[in-house]
């Protein structure tokens, strides 16, 4: 028998030395956790709504019970998954470990950010049970100050969500600030912490103003002082904009981590030196800034002022070009390379595919008279499903496949995980595309019930579902698999530059044994022929 | 029956019947095939990298590594921003003129409630419900507000969409150019039956359409009693309650009259002063395992219309 090498997994041991650890990448592991766990909950609730979606009418949920299921669905996804899905778990491993850190800069901070996610998820657990709320995730007043259902539950568990967000997001900050090694200067770090640098500056700006929206939305229901319920004297439409005003800046706390993961992978399997490197980390910024100026682009017909409207469409148009930016560099960046099809490698590819899909049906969208007509339909659906699940959790599985053999020091059966990947591939698309035709032709969001017309294509959607989890459970079996039976990963599998493959595979808790000295950039790689940059 | 959505109009779009539609089809054609072009451009070239910069053995390296070309930057952030710039100006443009209305455009008030709308044209002092009746080629105002939450009037086939809030008015306007029935669909969630808020939006040709409104609208003053009752229950009541014994926000109808219901004030005989009850003041008597949620039809409801819903529900055994 041989003797495991220490490492952050097998020392210490013992259950309270994960309840109480410090260790960046326990708490990420322990996020990583909590929001599988998130996701398949989110995930039975889809399943839930594209069942009882097979036919108009009663399957076999209530209207009730299928409004509660689609708001339980958006709600878990975006608060509980989306948002701490790459930050708080792959970026809490992987963030100190790229700046050959010991640990992020307020570890305490960390662990207390992890167990408010907890006590919110909790909270938010309690609420399904207490009458789950029917309002949607985007909890439109006066709808939500009037429904019977337990809204106020489901709130208080996103606003203390929120903290969690924002512990994250300053802790992440802070660290990137003080914690870089001897010679690594801004324009020398990943570009993965430039967009999680960038994604925290949205968390830590945009996440307290969601806190106020919620507690004032709370403060109304319980002490009925209106603010947004007019038959209390309040605005509904002010309530939109202080949810939007959070709201469209969290698209960009979930999208901007998940081009990170693609700015790293990309290099790795192509064994190419990023192309364009500053202005995929300024796209970064740019889109953190832009971002929160175009929250009214959800609110082009809910009669707020046409101007205000011009403005906004003219601002979303813009915030697209950096988007554009970065996928034209990624592209880029394959020539000449060296390119190696493996699944992360693979997962991005997916995400260019599903991630441009979804852009240009943003244009669409942006477009004021367009809107208007595809406003509240199927097609605002698909659309944000191609850049929500087609975006950012495409590249959250790129990077856990990525990351996987550093965080667990063990390998992962490609030939299943490349199956894997054709199944949620193809049950994407079959589930999200007929969706853009069902949109454009009229189909309104948030129908229990609907034209027999819609059937066939509704159908078509069911099944790709379906496909869809046949292929993520494939995944969860044979990563289940690898942390079983998985062959020991070397300290280095893909090849990469930056500074966690210079850590063991799995780690060791204090990450690495020596200073790193960079002198130079991250993606460094030699080339076959000499030539001129 | 209703134009259908998906059978008729091009592969994307439902068919066109307002004088907006034309034009933002062909701005949503032009956004099309251009993301299309743009699309298989860019997986073209992602493939032909691919396939041509494979890597075949395990050490093989990069052919070379270039990195940054300021240039090539520059085009691909000009030309897209010149394209959305482009995108903008068309968009705001057609957006102007479907918020502007014409003067002359004849106002019909739409009042928004769970879950159904109701038409008030105020010359001729005409309700309806579920129902929009207008003369083909005449612009249109509608003046909406909701009575509770907020509510949304979409008709697929004009591209009009304009939610409808509670304590303010909003606008939207529209000229039909085609004789015809079409859905009005609620396009904001609005609770249980918010996909049972459906509505007909009704063209007439300028010359039936005066006739209607001579008759004073929808005709009911042949109507037996039964069928005003019909009439009423589709506009106004089907949303909440089924005719067939399937679950509904609230009751069934079928076998309700004569019926001892359990209800919040003890057991009650369904006859007609408990129905009469039930439509004026339903929170008198709440049938147990419902939700208090139905609103008053004091006042919405003429005293034939109700005499009409309780003959009605009679007939439903």
Known sequence: ?533 | MNEGLMKNGSFWMPSQASTFAPGIDVLYDFIFWLSVVLFVGIFVVTAYFIIKYRRKTDDQLAVAQIIHNDALELTWTLIPLGLVMLLFVWGFNSYLGMTVPPSDAMDIKVTSKKWNWQFDYPEKKITTFGDLTVPVDTPIRLVMSSQDVIHSFFVPNLRIKQDSMPNRYTTVWFQATKVGRFQIFCAEYCGDAHSDMLGNLIVLSKKDYEKWLDNGGPSTAGMSLTDLGQRVYQTQCSACHSIDNSPKTGPTFKGLYGKLTQTSAGAVKADENYLRESIVDPMAKIVTGYPAGMITFAGILKDREIDGVIEYIKTLK
């Not at chain 1, 912490?193 to 229901?221: C, D, K, N």
């Not at chain 1, 990170?260 to 953190?288: D, H, L, M, Q, W």
């Open chain 1, 1 to 533: 028998m041989t003797t495991a090498k220490p490492n952050y997994l097998n020392s210490p041991k013992g259950i309270l030395s994960w309840i109480f650890t410090l260790d960046h990448k326990r708490i990420g592991l322990m996020y990583l956790v909590a929001i599988a766990i998130s996701f398949a909950l989110g995930g039975f609730f889809a399943l839930l709504v594209r069942l009882e979606l097979l036919n108009p009418g009663k399957l076999f949920l209530t209207s009730q019970q299928y409004n509660q299921s689609f708001t339980l669905h958006g709600a878990i996804m975006i608060f509980l998954f989306l948002i701490p899905s790459i930050p708080a778990s792959l970026a809490n491993f992987v963030l100190p470990l790229q700046l050959g850190a010991k640990d992020v800069a307020f570890p305490r901070l960390n662990l207390w950010s992890f167990y408010l996610y907890v006590i919110g998820a909790a909270i938010c657990l309690y609420s399904m049970f207490a009458g789950a709320a029917d309002t949607g995730w985007t909890f439109y007043t006066p709808y939500s100050t009037t429904t019977t259902t337990s809204v106020i539950s489901l709130v208080l568990g996103a606003f203390v969500l929120g903290f969690s967000s924002i512990f994250t997001g300053l802790n992440f900050m802070v660290t990137i600030h003080t914690l870089r090694p001897p010679g690594m200067s801004w324009f020398r770090m990943p570009l993965f912490l430039w967009s999680i640098y960038a994604t925290a500056l949205i968390q830590v700006l945009a996440t307290p103003v969601l806190g106020i929206t919620l507690l004032l939305l709370i403060v109304e229901r319980v002490a009925k002082i209106g603010i947004f319920d007019p038959t209390l004297g309040g605005d509904p439409v002010l309530f939109q904009h202080f949810f939007w005003f959070y709201s469209h800046p969290a698209v960009y706390i979930m999208i901007l981590p998940a081009m990170g993961v693609i700015s790293e992978i990309i290099p790795t399997f192509c064994r190419k030196n990023i192309f364009g490197y500053k202005y995929i980390a300024f796209s970064s910024v740019a889109i953190a800034l832009l971002g929160f100026l175009v929250w009214g682009h959800h609110m082009y017909i809910s009669g707020q002022s046409q101007f205000a409207a011009l403005i906004f469409s003219l601002i979303t148009f813009l915030v697209s070009i950096p988007s554009g930016i970065k996928v034209f560099n990624w592209i880029a960046t394959m020539y000449k390379g060296s390119i190696q099809l493996k699944s992360p490698f693979l997962y991005c590819l997916a995400f260019l595919f599903l991630f441009c899909i979804g852009g240009f049906t943003g244009v669409v969208l942006g477009t004021i008279s367009l809107d208007v007509h595809l406003q509240d339909t199927y097609f605002v659906v698909a659309h944000f499903h191609y850049v929500m699940v087609g975006g950012t959790l495409m590249a959250f599985i790129a990077g856990l496949h990525y990351w996987w053999p550093k965080m667990f020091g063990k390998m992962y059966n490609e030939r299943a995980a490349v199956i894997a990947w054709g199944l949620i591939f193809v049950g994407f698309n079959v589930l999200f595309f007929f969706q853009y035709i069902l949109g454009t032709k009229g189909m309104p969001r948030r129908y229990y019930n609907y034209l027999p017309e819609f059937q066939a294509l509704n159908i078509v959607s069911t099944v790709g579902s379906w496909i869809l989890a046949a292929g993520l459970f494939l995944m969860l079996g044979y990563l289940i698999h690898s942390l079983l039976k998985g062959k020991p990963a070397p300290q280095n599998p893909w090849g990469g530059l930056t500074l966690e493959w210079k850590a063991d595979s799995p780690p060791i808790t204090e990450n690495f044994e020596e200073i790193h000295i960079v002198t130079g950039g991250p993606y460094e790689y030699p080339a076959a022929t000499k030539s001129a940059h």
